[in-house]
Each structure stands twice: as C-alpha cells, then as structure tokens.
C-alpha cells in the first residue's frame, strides 16, 4: 500500500502503462463509436494520455524534474481529456440529452416553482427527455444557465466538473489519503471520470459527495458531518440512497445505535429540506419522474440502454422486465439481509459493500448505462488512496484516528475495557 501514499510515489513503469492504456482507450473510443462526441474526446483524450505516458517515462523518479514531469503529465490529461472537449462541446452546444434535461429543470422550477413537466405534458409525450429522473437538488447545476443564458461558464458539466474535483480532493484530504490534489486530478482526468464529465456528468457530483461522507466516516464523531454530504447526494439522485442503509449498518456496529440513529435522523433531514417541498405539493410529479420512469414503468422508455443484463432481459418483453424489475428487488433485499446478518464494521468494509450492491444494481436496472460505473471506480481508488494514507492494509481492521492512536476503540458506543 505504500505505493499509493502519493501520485508521485506510484512506480514510473505503473503510470506509463496507465496512461498507455488510456490512450488505446480513447482511440478506440474514436474509431469505433457512432457518438460524434464520444469521437472528439477519443481523439483528444487520446492524444493527451499519449504526451503523458512519454512524459511520464522520460521522468528521472526522485528528482525534482521528474516530478515536474509528472506534474506536466498530469495538466496535459486534465487539458487534453476534460478542458478541451469540455470547452468545445459547451461552445457548441453539443451534449448528451441528461445536460439539457438538467438544464430545463432549473428554469422549470423557476417558472413554475417545480423540476418536473406538469402531468399534462407527461401524459402526451414521447420524448423520454421531457422526464427528468433526477432529484431537485440536482436542478441548481442548471441554474447559471436558466438565470445567465446559454454559454460555456453556465454550461451545467462545467459545474458537475468544479465540484466534483473540489469535493473529491477534500474527500482524499479529510479521509488521510497524501497528495490529495494530484489524486484528484489524476482521477478527474482518468477516462472513467473525464468521458462522463464531458459528455454528461450528471453522477460525477453525487460520487464526490459519497466519498466526502464516507471520509467523514473514518473520524470518530463524524456521522453528523457524514450524514450532510450524503444527504446531499442522495438529494441529488435516488443511486445515492444505498449509502444511507450502508453506513447506519456499520455505525450501529462501531459507534452504538445512538451515533447510527443521529447519523439517520441528520441525513433524513437534509433530503426533507431539499426534496420535502416537492413531495408535499407536487407529489405526482416527483413519483412519475423519479420512481416509474427510471424503473420502465412510465408510458415512455429511457434512452439508457448500454448492453448490460438488466437492458437485455427487459427487452425480451414484459415477462422479461417483470423478472429484471424482481431480481432488482432480490438484489437489494440481500444486501440489506447482509447489513443486518453481517454489517461491515469499519470504512473499508462500508465501502466495498457499497461497491458490490450498486454494481449489482447497475448490472440489474433495466434502463442502465456504463458511466454509472463511475461510481464503484471512484469509491474503489478513493479508499485505496486513503487507505494508503491512513497506513491501514487490506483485512487489516481500521478504526477512527481518533480512537486507534489512544488505543482505545468503540464497541457499541462505549469504550473497550
């Protein structure tokens, strides 16, 4: 784990054949998509993975200009990979429908104090687009644009990218990892992260925000300021709510069921604040485009259909989605049997059950696509990183800072004898 302390800590041959592979990544992006804008960051991200990997090997490890390679290294893919196609689409206007979707929220709730089309227009459409799957919170990233106008400085995806960096570089540095900056920038600029951001990024937020609650998590005392950051992503989008069971789940176990239930009530009412007034005077609303449209119960279907089982299956007809939309529940009623028959016991823990349950959920939703894999990817590089920074190996039992150095540790809510 003493690889992962720092970005420039990770073995030259390493980040080569990472970037090296990148690059292969986004040409192969460029040459076999039909998705214009897929084509463009392909080539462009292609080219900045490849600069880096040269850069990265002429670095001479340890000394002061390899770690200015390095650094030049990481702004060409932070340019090459987010920046430069990010820019051009915003100026262009050029993006995935999920961008305009979010856009029109904010200047729907402006007008009509609502994120949601109006039942009446629900009911005499056939663009899936007029539905927005998305919860309130997730409105104020169109807000520059409904207020200012459509440019690059309003586009939503310049904000998902903004915070996304910030909160996930604060996540590293709260959670212990070194280096949380390059971490941050290296992931950001990672193809997992950069081709989402820059074509859609509507879940790029929600998994910083995960990761920040997860980090607050590691700190004894910490569920209250764990429970704002995931109610605020699970204010954002419902993929965000397994987080909730999850770390209840372990804080019952670590800290007593008085920390699980402050932690509950805490988050609860943060998603109350931000979705509470539209559940309260526009339920209907909410219920169309939040539950049945993303589960393919609306009159219209989602246009997310990457090939993975869940789409397939759902497919076959509806015996096929009845029995996608079933395995979906068994899915989710056996990680929540796990919780309660055997609840992770720390962060680590926490977090790889999290990563098993929403692959499981991805791989089952019958409207899916392969960005939402962002999330897994960025939970699993962030706890290696913190993990790394906390000295703490895998199997080996963690416990928070605060409590491990006084050689003490929780059980229950109370001091171990």
């Given at each position: 784990m003493g690889k992962w302390l720092?970005?420039?800590?990770?073995?030259?041959?390493?980040?080569?054949?990472?970037?090296?592979?990148?690059?292969?990544?986004?040409?192969?992006?460029?040459?076999?998509?039909?998705?214009?804008?897929?084509?463009?960051?392909?080539?462009?991200?292609?080219?900045?993975?490849?600069?880096?990997?040269?850069?990265?090997?002429?670095?001479?490890?340890?000394?002061k200009l390899g770690k200015m390679a390095l650094d030049g290294a990481l702004v060409a893919i932070v340019c090459g990979a987010v920046l430069v196609p990010l820019i051009w689409f915003a100026w262009h206007g050029q993006e995935q429908p999920e961008v305009m979707v979010v856009a029109r929220s904010a200047s729907t709730l402006i007008h009509h104090g609502t994120p949601y089309q109006?039942?009446?227009?629900?009911?005499?459409?056939?663009?899936?687009?007029?539905?927005?799957?998305?919860?309130?919170?997730?409105?104020a990233f169109?807000?520059?644009?409904?207020?200012?106008?459509?440019?690059?400085?309003?586009?939503p995806r310049l904000w998902f990218g903004v915070v996304y960096l910030a909160v996930f570089a604060v996540a590293l540095r709260v959670g212990?990892?070194?280096?949380?900056?390059?971490?941050?920038?290296?992931?950001?600029?990672?193809?997992?992260?950069?081709?989402e951001l820059c074509v859609g990024g509507t879940d790029v937020p929600m998994v910083a925000f995960m990761c920040l609650g997860f980090a607050f998590l590691w700190r004894s005392g910490g569920d209250v300021s764990a429970a704002i950051a995931l109610g605020v992503a699970s204010s954002m989008k419902a993929t965000a709510w397994p987080v909730l069971a999850v770390a209840f789940a372990m804080l019952v176990v670590r800290d007593g069921s008085r920390?699980?239930?402050?932690?509950?009530?805490?988050?609860?009412?943060?998603?109350?604040?931000?979705?509470?007034?539209f559940a309260v005077t526009k339920p209907s609303g909410l219920i169309r485009n939040t539950v049945l449209f993303p589960l393919g119960l609306?009159?219209?279907?989602?246009?997310?259909?990457?090939?993975?089982?869940?789409?397939?299956?759902?497919?076959?007809?509806?015996?096929?989605?009845t029995v996608v939309v079933a395995l979906l529940i068994l899915s989710g009623v056996a990680i929540a049997v796990s919780l309660v028959l055997r609840p992770p016991r720390d962060v680590p823990a926490a977090?790889?059950?999290?990563?098993?349950?929403l692959s499981l959920m991805f791989i089952l939703a019958p409207s899916t696509r392969w960005g939402y894999f962002i999330y897994p990817a960025s939970l699993v590089v962030w706890l290696l990183a913190t993990m790394a920074g906390r000295g703490v190996t895998p199997g080996q039992r963690s416990f928070p800072a605060s409590l491990s150095t006084s050689g003490q540790t929780r059980v229950r809510g109370r001091p171990a004898a």
């Open positions: 720092s970005v420039q800590g990770l073995p030259r041959g390493w980040l080569a054949a990472a970037f090296a592979a990148a690059a292969l990544y986004g040409g192969g992006i460029a040459l076999v998509s039909g998705n214009p804008l897929h084509r463009f960051w392909g080539v462009s991200a292609a080219c900045a993975y490849g600069v880096a990997a040269l850069a990265v090997l002429a670095r001479t490890p340890g000394s109006s039942p009446a227009v629900l009911d005499h459409t056939k663009d899936p687009n007029q539905y927005n799957p998305y919860l309130p919170l997730m409105a169109g807000l520059p644009q409904a207020l200012w106008g459509r440019h690059v400085l309003t586009d212990g990892a070194k280096d949380s900056w390059r971490w941050a920038a290296l992931v950001t600029a990672s193809p997992v992260i950069a081709l920390a699980a239930w402050r932690f509950t009530g805490a988050a609860i009412a943060v998603v109350a604040i931000c979705v509470g007034p609306a009159s219209v279907k989602s246009d997310a259909a990457s090939p993975l089982p869940g789409h397939l299956i759902s497919q076959t007809g509806h015996l096929g989605h977090v790889v059950r999290l990563v098993i349950g």
